[in-house]
Protein backbone atom coordinates (compact mmCIF):
# COMPACT_ATOMS: atom_id res chain seq x y z
CA UNK A 1 0.00 0.00 0.00
CA UNK A 2 1.34 2.97 -1.17
CA UNK A 3 2.03 5.83 2.20
CA UNK A 4 2.74 8.96 0.43
CA UNK A 5 1.46 11.33 -2.21
CA UNK A 6 2.63 12.23 -5.64
CA UNK A 7 3.60 15.28 -6.10
CA UNK A 8 1.12 15.43 -8.85
CA UNK A 9 -1.81 14.81 -6.75
CA UNK A 10 -0.93 17.18 -4.42
CA UNK A 11 -0.37 19.94 -6.68
CA UNK A 12 -4.13 18.88 -7.87
CA UNK A 13 -5.71 18.56 -4.94
CA UNK A 14 -4.33 22.33 -4.01
CA UNK A 15 -5.65 23.66 -7.16
CA UNK A 16 -9.25 22.30 -6.73
CA UNK A 17 -9.17 23.95 -2.83
CA UNK A 18 -7.96 27.40 -4.36
CA UNK A 19 -10.64 27.36 -6.75
CA UNK A 20 -13.09 26.23 -4.18
CA UNK A 21 -12.36 28.84 -2.04
CA UNK A 22 -11.90 31.56 -4.71
CA UNK A 23 -15.43 30.80 -6.00
CA UNK A 24 -17.31 31.04 -2.85
CA UNK A 25 -16.97 34.87 -1.73
CA UNK A 26 -19.30 34.96 -5.39
CA UNK A 27 -21.74 32.70 -4.34
CA UNK A 28 -21.87 34.79 -1.09
CA UNK A 29 -22.38 37.81 -3.01
CA UNK A 30 -24.92 35.82 -5.06
CA UNK A 31 -26.90 34.60 -2.05
CA UNK A 32 -27.14 38.24 -0.31
CA UNK A 33 -28.27 39.73 -3.55
CA UNK A 34 -31.05 37.05 -3.56
CA UNK A 35 -31.95 37.76 -0.14
CA UNK A 36 -31.90 41.66 -0.76
CA UNK A 37 -34.13 40.97 -3.90
CA UNK A 38 -36.75 38.99 -1.83
CA UNK A 39 -36.94 41.67 0.85
CA UNK A 40 -37.85 44.04 -1.57
CA UNK A 41 -40.23 41.95 -3.41
CA UNK A 42 -42.21 41.06 -0.16
CA UNK A 43 -41.88 45.12 0.46
CA UNK A 44 -43.38 45.66 -3.15
CA UNK A 45 -45.83 43.30 -2.63
CA UNK A 46 -47.41 45.02 0.71
CA UNK A 47 -47.09 48.66 -1.02
CA UNK A 48 -48.93 47.01 -3.58
CA UNK A 49 -51.19 45.59 -0.94
CA UNK A 50 -51.62 48.74 1.31
CA UNK A 51 -53.06 50.58 -2.25
CA UNK A 52 -55.29 47.85 -2.96
CA UNK A 53 -56.63 48.08 0.40
CA UNK A 54 -57.70 51.29 0.16
CA UNK A 55 -58.78 51.70 -3.62
CA UNK A 56 -60.72 48.64 -3.14
CA UNK A 57 -62.83 50.69 -0.65
CA UNK A 58 -63.73 53.68 -3.08
CA UNK A 59 -65.98 54.16 -5.61
CA UNK A 60 -64.88 53.47 -9.34
CA UNK A 61 -64.57 57.54 -9.60
CA UNK A 62 -62.98 57.89 -6.94
CA UNK A 63 -60.84 55.24 -7.72
CA UNK A 64 -60.03 56.77 -11.30
CA UNK A 65 -58.77 60.04 -9.19
CA UNK A 66 -56.99 58.04 -6.83
CA UNK A 67 -54.43 56.30 -9.31
CA UNK A 68 -54.42 59.54 -11.07
CA UNK A 69 -52.21 60.57 -8.65
CA UNK A 70 -50.67 57.27 -7.31
CA UNK A 71 -47.44 57.35 -5.73
CA UNK A 72 -44.99 54.92 -3.66
CA UNK A 73 -44.88 55.61 -0.32
CA UNK A 74 -42.37 57.81 1.10
CA UNK A 75 -40.69 54.99 3.78
CA UNK A 76 -40.66 52.76 0.55
CA UNK A 77 -38.92 55.47 -1.63
CA UNK A 78 -36.28 55.84 0.91
CA UNK A 79 -35.44 51.96 1.05
CA UNK A 80 -36.01 51.32 -2.31
CA UNK A 81 -35.69 54.96 -4.50
CA UNK A 82 -35.75 53.99 -7.80
CA UNK A 83 -38.86 52.32 -7.41
CA UNK A 84 -42.24 53.83 -9.38
CA UNK A 85 -46.05 52.67 -9.38
CA UNK A 86 -48.69 52.99 -11.92
CA UNK A 87 -52.50 51.60 -12.09
CA UNK A 88 -55.30 51.26 -14.17
CA UNK A 89 -58.78 51.07 -13.85
CA UNK A 90 -61.34 49.15 -16.42
CA UNK A 91 -64.52 48.41 -16.49
CA UNK A 92 -64.97 44.34 -16.76
CA UNK A 93 -68.50 43.25 -17.37
CA UNK A 94 -70.63 44.33 -14.30
CA UNK A 95 -67.28 44.90 -12.12
CA UNK A 96 -64.54 47.17 -12.53
CA UNK A 97 -60.42 45.87 -12.60
CA UNK A 98 -57.96 47.91 -10.86
CA UNK A 99 -54.12 47.10 -11.94
CA UNK A 100 -51.53 48.18 -9.95
CA UNK A 101 -47.81 47.46 -11.41
CA UNK A 102 -44.96 48.31 -9.25
CA UNK A 103 -41.43 48.70 -11.04
CA UNK A 104 -38.63 47.93 -9.02
CA UNK A 105 -35.03 48.97 -9.65
CA UNK A 106 -33.65 46.81 -13.14
CA UNK A 107 -30.74 45.24 -11.09
CA UNK A 108 -33.82 43.48 -8.62
CA UNK A 109 -36.31 42.98 -11.37
CA UNK A 110 -37.04 43.91 -15.06
CA UNK A 111 -40.65 43.26 -15.41
CA UNK A 112 -42.70 45.27 -12.68
CA UNK A 113 -45.00 43.08 -10.25
CA UNK A 114 -48.59 43.55 -10.73
CA UNK A 115 -51.49 43.18 -8.34
CA UNK A 116 -55.13 43.26 -9.83
CA UNK A 117 -58.34 44.12 -7.64
CA UNK A 118 -61.99 44.00 -8.70
CA UNK A 119 -64.55 46.82 -7.71
CA UNK A 120 -68.59 45.25 -7.67
CA UNK A 121 -70.68 48.39 -7.24
CA UNK A 122 -73.83 48.05 -5.05
CA UNK A 123 -72.02 44.75 -2.64
CA UNK A 124 -72.62 45.77 0.68
CA UNK A 125 -70.76 44.39 3.44
CA UNK B 1 19.68 8.12 -8.87
CA UNK B 2 15.57 9.63 -9.00
CA UNK B 3 15.53 11.21 -5.59
CA UNK B 4 12.67 10.10 -2.92
CA UNK B 5 12.06 13.35 -0.64
CA UNK B 6 11.56 17.08 -0.95
CA UNK B 7 14.28 19.17 -0.11
CA UNK B 8 13.83 21.60 3.20
CA UNK B 9 13.17 24.66 0.70
CA UNK B 10 10.09 22.88 -1.17
CA UNK B 11 8.92 22.42 2.20
CA UNK B 12 9.63 25.37 3.84
CA UNK B 13 7.59 26.79 0.56
CA UNK B 14 4.69 24.41 0.37
CA UNK B 15 3.87 24.52 4.58
CA UNK B 16 2.73 28.16 4.16
CA UNK B 17 0.36 27.84 1.11
CA UNK B 18 -0.95 24.88 2.91
CA UNK B 19 -1.29 26.29 6.39
CA UNK B 20 -3.00 29.81 4.27
CA UNK B 21 -5.31 27.24 2.03
CA UNK B 22 -6.13 26.12 5.43
CA UNK B 23 -7.07 29.28 7.29
CA UNK B 24 -9.01 30.34 4.27
CA UNK B 25 -10.96 27.26 3.88
CA UNK B 26 -11.97 27.32 7.69
CA UNK B 27 -13.09 30.91 7.45
CA UNK B 28 -15.64 30.21 4.59
CA UNK B 29 -16.64 26.92 6.46
CA UNK B 30 -17.71 29.04 9.41
CA UNK B 31 -18.97 32.00 7.44
CA UNK B 32 -21.38 29.14 5.76
CA UNK B 33 -22.71 27.88 8.93
CA UNK B 34 -23.17 31.40 10.14
CA UNK B 35 -24.95 32.42 7.42
CA UNK B 36 -27.26 28.93 7.53
CA UNK B 37 -27.85 29.83 11.23
CA UNK B 38 -28.66 33.81 9.93
CA UNK B 39 -31.13 31.99 6.94
CA UNK B 40 -33.11 30.19 9.22
CA UNK B 41 -33.79 32.67 11.65
CA UNK B 42 -34.91 35.14 8.81
CA UNK B 43 -36.90 32.50 7.29
CA UNK B 44 -38.59 32.21 10.46
CA UNK B 45 -39.05 35.67 11.11
CA UNK B 46 -40.53 35.96 7.99
CA UNK B 47 -43.27 33.69 8.66
CA UNK B 48 -43.89 35.31 11.45
CA UNK B 49 -44.14 38.81 9.85
CA UNK B 50 -46.52 37.74 7.34
CA UNK B 51 -48.59 36.00 10.19
CA UNK B 52 -48.53 39.40 11.28
CA UNK B 53 -49.30 41.39 8.11
CA UNK B 54 -52.26 39.07 7.31
CA UNK B 55 -53.41 39.86 11.02
CA UNK B 56 -52.92 43.66 10.94
CA UNK B 57 -55.09 43.60 7.77
CA UNK B 58 -58.13 41.94 9.27
CA UNK B 59 -57.96 43.83 12.38
CA UNK B 60 -57.92 47.19 10.48
CA UNK B 61 -60.52 45.31 8.02
CA UNK B 62 -62.81 45.39 11.49
CA UNK B 63 -62.47 48.73 12.51
CA UNK B 64 -63.70 49.71 9.23
CA UNK B 65 -66.88 49.78 12.15
CA UNK B 66 -65.44 51.41 15.01
CA UNK B 67 -65.67 54.67 16.27
CA UNK B 68 -62.20 55.69 17.07
CA UNK B 69 -58.61 54.25 17.39
CA UNK B 70 -56.95 55.94 20.33
CA UNK B 71 -53.53 56.89 20.14
CA UNK B 72 -51.04 55.20 20.94
CA UNK B 73 -49.14 55.42 24.93
CA UNK B 74 -45.61 56.74 24.26
CA UNK B 75 -44.54 54.45 27.57
CA UNK B 76 -46.35 51.37 27.03
CA UNK B 77 -46.12 51.48 23.31
CA UNK B 78 -49.65 50.34 22.53
CA UNK B 79 -52.78 51.25 20.42
CA UNK B 80 -56.15 49.79 20.48
CA UNK B 81 -58.35 48.87 17.40
CA UNK B 82 -62.28 49.36 18.77
CA UNK B 83 -64.69 47.29 17.04
CA UNK B 84 -67.44 47.76 18.71
CA UNK B 85 -68.97 49.28 21.93
CA UNK B 86 -67.77 46.23 23.92
CA UNK B 87 -65.02 44.82 22.14
CA UNK B 88 -61.39 45.83 20.94
CA UNK B 89 -58.16 44.84 20.14
CA UNK B 90 -54.47 45.87 21.83
CA UNK B 91 -51.55 46.05 20.01
CA UNK B 92 -48.36 46.15 22.52
CA UNK B 93 -45.02 46.19 21.53
CA UNK B 94 -41.41 46.06 22.42
CA UNK B 95 -37.80 45.77 20.41
CA UNK B 96 -38.15 42.10 20.47
CA UNK B 97 -42.12 40.96 20.12
CA UNK B 98 -45.44 42.79 19.42
CA UNK B 99 -48.13 41.27 21.61
CA UNK B 100 -51.83 41.18 20.31
CA UNK B 101 -55.11 41.23 22.85
CA UNK B 102 -58.30 41.06 21.93
CA UNK B 103 -61.04 41.73 24.36
CA UNK B 104 -64.58 41.64 25.22
CA UNK B 105 -66.21 44.19 27.83
CA UNK B 106 -62.49 44.34 29.16
CA UNK B 107 -61.95 40.99 29.46
CA UNK B 108 -59.07 39.35 27.36
CA UNK B 109 -60.53 36.30 25.35
CA UNK B 110 -56.93 35.75 23.25
CA UNK B 111 -53.31 36.96 23.09
CA UNK B 112 -51.21 36.17 20.62
CA UNK B 113 -47.54 36.84 20.14
CA UNK B 114 -45.29 37.89 17.45
CA UNK B 115 -41.89 37.61 18.17
CA UNK B 116 -39.62 40.18 15.93
CA UNK B 117 -35.98 40.11 14.45
CA UNK B 118 -33.56 41.31 17.16
CA UNK B 119 -32.83 44.66 17.44
CA UNK B 120 -36.30 45.60 15.82
CA UNK B 121 -37.68 48.80 15.74
CA UNK B 122 -41.78 49.44 15.57
CA UNK B 123 -42.84 52.80 14.56
CA UNK B 124 -46.51 53.49 14.99
CA UNK B 125 -48.36 55.96 12.58
CA UNK B 126 -51.81 57.54 13.05
CA UNK B 127 -53.41 60.64 11.85
CA UNK B 128 -57.32 62.00 11.58
CA UNK B 129 -57.05 62.80 7.36
CA UNK B 130 -60.20 64.78 8.03
CA UNK B 131 -64.00 63.83 5.72
CA UNK B 132 -63.88 62.43 2.45
CA UNK B 133 -67.72 62.93 0.99
CA UNK B 134 -68.70 63.39 4.55
CA UNK B 135 -66.75 60.38 6.07
CA UNK B 136 -64.42 60.86 8.43
CA UNK B 137 -61.31 58.63 8.07
CA UNK B 138 -58.14 58.26 10.19
CA UNK B 139 -54.86 55.97 8.31
CA UNK B 140 -52.97 53.82 10.05
CA UNK B 141 -49.53 52.55 9.13
CA UNK B 142 -46.96 50.00 11.01
CA UNK B 143 -43.30 49.70 10.24
CA UNK B 144 -41.00 47.61 11.67
CA UNK B 145 -37.26 48.48 11.22
CA UNK B 146 -34.25 46.24 11.70
CA UNK B 147 -30.64 47.14 12.57
CA UNK B 148 -28.28 45.10 10.53
CA UNK B 149 -24.58 45.52 10.15
CA UNK B 150 -24.53 47.59 6.43
CA UNK B 151 -27.99 50.06 8.14
CA UNK B 152 -27.33 49.83 11.82
CA UNK B 153 -29.24 52.69 12.97
CA UNK B 154 -33.07 50.68 12.41
CA UNK B 155 -32.69 51.64 8.67
CA UNK B 156 -33.64 48.21 6.90
CA UNK B 157 -37.51 48.55 6.51
CA UNK B 158 -39.45 45.01 7.15
CA UNK B 159 -42.97 45.18 6.66
CA UNK B 160 -45.42 48.26 6.46
CA UNK B 161 -48.77 47.80 6.51
CA UNK B 162 -50.99 50.67 6.22
CA UNK B 163 -54.64 51.32 5.95
CA UNK B 164 -57.38 54.02 6.02
CA UNK B 165 -60.06 53.05 8.44
CA UNK B 166 -63.10 54.86 7.49
CA UNK B 167 -65.22 56.11 11.15
CA UNK B 168 -68.38 54.51 10.10
CA UNK B 169 -69.87 51.73 7.37
CA UNK B 170 -69.44 52.93 4.09
CA UNK B 171 -72.33 51.96 1.46
CA UNK B 172 -70.24 51.05 -1.01
CA UNK B 173 -67.37 48.35 -1.06
CA UNK B 174 -65.32 46.39 -2.91
CA UNK B 175 -63.62 43.10 -3.29
CA UNK B 176 -59.64 42.53 -3.47
CA UNK B 177 -58.84 39.17 -5.25
Avoid at chain 1, 48 to 68: F, G, I
Amino acid sequence: MRKALLKMELLAATFVLTVAIAGSPLLFRKIQNLRDTSRIYQLAIQELSNHMESLTRMSPSECEEALDSIVVSSELKQQIPESSIHGQITQDGDAWRILLSFQLPVQHRREPIELYGWLFEGDKR
Amino acid sequence: MKRRGSTLIEVAMALPAICMLLVLALQTIHHTFRSARFAKDRDHSIQVLSRLERQLREDFHEANLVQTIQPPNPQTNQFQLRLTDSSSIDYQWNNSSIVRTKRIKDEAIGIDKFPLFENSKVDFQNENVGTKQNLPFQRVAILIYRATPDAPENKRLELHVRARIPLQPRSFTGKQK
